[in-house]
């Protein structure tokens, strides 16, 4: 259950302030839970009266560590800014399932990339590293299942087959794409140095919160690394948790 992602080392030569809450969630058992809340329109509602304070220096951040790789953030933004972008244009996000519907209101409350993936489908470690050009990218295009494979020195999510996500937290593979409850499931929550550390928290709070109410009874397998955690680093800060977090109130 332990497979805790990895960082390779040149990642911190990208970003040195980069911080994340990796979280694993076995939910396994059958059991199903309802939301209590729609904390998909609360969020996006909270994204209309301004977001977070910090919102716009961190998903500053964010494309200026795309541009340091080669990326143009304004053609392929991070997952954060792209949510954010959808509901400036048309106010609203439609619902795609409870799950989705979950970590993308916690990416839009606190303009931070999410994504959500399944861990099933993983063969070794998810790790975050630098692209030589060759891997594979499994994704759509025009209907139809293809082949991609990213540009060299790209920063990538992977595992021991190919590509996971595509510049960093822009575009998430098929393979391992998650749309509904059940099995064992990864969530990482990306931040760099201008979002917070408690607000980080916070926002892996709500997940984990809206996590229980989707599946009573989960494991929860949480821990934190950034930049300096590379390769066998980080496996001492893994915590179980029994409870989780409260979602932040509607005056928030």
Known sequence: ??????????????????????????????????????????????V????????DAHLASWAEVYSRFGAKPNRTPCSAQALKKRVDKDGRLPSIGPLVDLYNAVSLRFAVPVGGENFDAYVGQPR?????????????ANGEAIIEHP?????????DVGVTCRRWNWRQGTRTRLDSVGGRMWFILESLGTMPEEALEEAANML??????????????????????????????????????VFPSKAD
Not at 48 to 55: C, D, E, F, I, S
Not at 129 to 136: C, H, P, Q, R, V
Not at 151 to 159: A, M, N, Q, T
């Open 151 to 159: 540009s060299k020195g790209e920063v990538i999510w992977r595992d």
């Open 128 to 140: 975050l590293s630098i692209a030589d050009g060759t891997e594979a990218f499994d994704t759509v």
């Open 1 to 46: 259950m332990l497979d805790f992602p990895v960082i390779d080392t040149d990642i911190v030569k990208i970003a040195p302030d980069f911080r994340a809450i990796s979280i694993l969630v076995d939910a396994n058992d059958g059991v199903r839970g309802t939301m209590s809340r729609d904390v998909l329109g609360e969020a996006c509602d909270f």
């Open 48 to 55: 209309r009266t301004g977001g977070p304070q910090w919102a």
């Open 208 to 245: 984990v919160n809206g996590l229980r109410q989707l599946a009573p009874g989960c494991e929860v397998y949480r821990h934190l690394l950034t930049a300096q955690d590379t390769q066998a680093g980080p496996a001492a800060k893994v915590s179980i948790l029994t409870d989780g977090g």
